[in-house]
T-cell receptor, first 114, second 108 residues
Framework: DGGITQSPKYLFRKEGQNVTLSCEQN?????MYWYRQDPGQGLRLIYY???????QKGDIAEGYSVSREKKESFPLTVTSAQKNPTAFYLC?????????????FGEGSRLTVL | RKEVEQDPGPFNVPEGATVAFNCTYSNSASQSFFWYRQDCRKEPKLLMSVYSSGNEDGRFTAQLNRASQYISLLIRDSKLSDSATYLCVVNTRNQFYFGTGTSLTVIP
């Protein structure tokens, strides 16, 4: 079955540590996205990528980094510079950014900073 | 002004009731519209896309009013399993914008 796989599902981190969240898709989608969701708030865009080896900052990119070396993979690193990293992180993909198709989401990664 | 605004609720309705949610968007250039359902601590899942002509999927009906820039979702004959948060999502110039979600609880 095609879909998006995020790992780990739950992650605990000490302050000052970087952590990388994995996102893999086998939908052959060009566009991939990372969102952050906090309680009572809508999803906020961290980074997105339209094509391999290219990515753009979203609304809240500070303290995060990404790479897009393969079409299927779009990992997110939460760095120690991110001041409030505890959140629910969602990876999503769409067929491409020009055809306004819907977003498909992974199951999410819940990061807690201790 | 936010790109997408929704009444957060909560909406508490008895089983069998009809409930309607509205969502407004600020950009007249918005191109496509969706309703997603999100269960507690889970990822959002597409409920339905919204078309100008309106569309129906079983007990769910979605409508788009471009002149007034709002979309709606109507749920008929509510089931306990409909309890969730419903997210309005708008695509504007190839960027997705999310409402904060409307919480629905269906009560036995």
């Amino acid at each position: 079955d095609g879909g998006i796989t995020q790992s780990p599902k739950y992650l605990f981190r000490k302050e000052g540590q970087n952590v990388t969240l994995s996102c893999e898709q086998n939908l052959n989608h060009d566009a991939m996205y990372w969102y952050r969701q906090d309680p009572g708030q809508g999803l906020r865009l961290i980074y997105y990528s339209q094509i391999v080896n290219d990515f753009q900052k979203g609304d809240i990119a500070e303290g995060y980094s990404v790479s897009r070396e393969k079409k299927e993979s779009f990992p997110l690193t939460v760095t120690s510079a991110q001041k409030n990293p505890t959140a629910f992180y969602l990876c999503a993909s769409s067929i491409d950014r020009l055809r306004t198709g819907e977003l498909f989401f992974g199951e999410g990664s819940r990061l807690t900073v201790l | 002004r936010k790109e997408v605004e929704q009444d957060p609720g909560p909406f508490n309705v008895p089983e069998g009731a009809t409930v309607a949610f509205n969502c407004t968007y600020s950009n007249s250039a918005s191109q496509s519209f969706f309703w997603y359902r999100q269960d507690c601590r889970k990822e959002p899942k597409l409920l339905m896309s919204v078309y100008s002509s309106g569309n129906e999927d079983g007990r769910f009906t979605a409508q788009l009013n471009r002149a007034s820039q709002y979309i709606s979702l109507l749920i008929r004959d509510s089931k306990l399993s409909d309890s969730a948060t419903y997210l309005c999502v708008v695509n504007t110039r190839n960027q997705f914008y999310f409402g904060t979600g409307t919480s629905l609880t269906v009560i036995p």
